[in-house]
């Protein structure tokens, strides 16, 4: 892919990791509470290279309960995808690219076209569907391609090589390496597997570098990013909104791991 061609988020990201910053992507759960745009403006100023926003979907596969719980608050509060996006296209997150991350059958059921064409004219830079593997992206990201928005794609531990290099070539935006096998959560410790997909990655792609699913402290963003570009961040502050912890709260967290990054 060119630099004619890459997106705002793949561009804006490698500049940055570039330029030696390690890249911080939290997420946030759309439609969860009545303060949720003014949480995505909070965390935007806090530090964030880039943020992922959720929309809930009734069914996940990757989402643990902590996900699960904010997108069944949300649903009940009356979420629906083209509703979250059209906000978006509204919230004051400066020059702070937004990718959103949902099901592939919330896409499908609204036309591949007609959702990248959404997300493009809402400001959205990238989208991440975990449940559309690799062999099947083709579609989609032809429409995405066309509209401007990135496909991320999800690296597993278990890739074997031909399908890591498969995935990091179809890939744009970054690269999200899954740090542990299993569903989003707060882990105590960072897993093993975490520094050695992101390694793997690396290896194989000169895309940014993301490691995602167990980055549950700043402590544990710092070590994984010994090897990798950055940490995507969602579990913990997810938790946060659930607890009623605010913008500001939410914010202050992020801001953790920005410092943290940071001294590096």
Known sequence: MTDAHRSGLETRLRERRDRGRKLLVPYITGGLGDDWVATLEAVAAAGADAI?????FSDPMIDGPVIQEASMRALAAGATPEGLVRRLETADVGDTPLVVMTYYNLVARAGLRRMASLLSTCGVSGAILPDLPVDEVDPWKAEADE???????????????????????????????VGVMGVTGERAALATSASLIARRCKEVTDLPVLVGVGISTPEQAVEVCG????????TAIVRRMLEGDGPEGVAKLVASF???LDAM
């Open 52 to 56: 992922e926003v959720g929309l809930p």
């Open 258 to 260: 920005r410092e943290s």
């Open 147 to 177: 509209a401007g928005v990135a496909t991320v794609l999800l690296a597993a531990p278990t890739s074997p090589e031909r399908r890591l290099r498969l995935i990091a070539a179809r890939a744009s935006g970054f690269l999200y390496a």
């Open 227 to 234: 090897v990798a570009d950055g940490v995507a961040v969602g």
